[in-house]
Every structure is written in structure tokens, then in C-alpha cells.
């Protein structure tokens, strides 16, 4: 999963037609390091998003903006707006996540 390292790189992302799920982390955070052990195969069967990472806490007006009060969350994007949100309180296991990814408009 690319990491956006500036404000202009996660703009062009999110306007993109392509739909993009941006995971917002924090390195203190336990439950984004447990996530960080399943989530690669969760990308691997979700291939038609493009996943990238974005520190929450290095990009702390990009989550106010967006409502990512707490992490790890998952936020789907296309042509600039967000169009879903897995808050990280339903974000704590693999099947969550799954559930979350099935329930995303097509």
C-alpha cells in the first residue's frame, strides 16, 4: 500500500475516477498494526480499489476534514468526494472489514 506523503498527492488521488480506499494510521496505533496483518490479503481480493495509507497524525486537517475521529479507518473516495467510511470501532477484524468492502456501492 503506496504511503501519500503530501497534501497535493492525496487531492489528486481522491479526484481520481478510479475509486480509492485510503487507510488513515497513526504509528502509535495498536489496532492499525493489527490491521496491517490481514489487510494485504483483504487487497489482494479487492483489486478493483486503489489502496493507499495516510498518517493521521502528519495530515491532522486532511482527517478533520473527512471525520476520521478515530483509527484505523477505511474511507472510499472517487472524483473528489467520499462516498463511505468504516469508523475504527467496526474496523477491529478481518470479517468487519470484509463486511465493510461488500457493502461499498459497485
Partial sequence: MD???TSD???QLIASSEP???KFYAGWC?????MDMFIDDIIADYGKYKWVKINRDDFSDIAEK?????IPSLLLFQDGEKLAHLHSANAK???EVR???KSLPA
Fill in 3 to 5: 504511503e501519500i506523503k
Fill in 9 to 11: 498527492q492525496f487531492e
Fill in 20 to 22: 480509492v480506499i485510503v
Fill in 30 to 34: 495498536p489496532d492499525c498494526t493489527r
Fill in 66 to 70: 473527512y471525520d476520521v475521529m478515530g
Fill in 93 to 95: 477484524s478481518p470479517e
Fill in 99 to 101: 463486511d465493510y468492502l
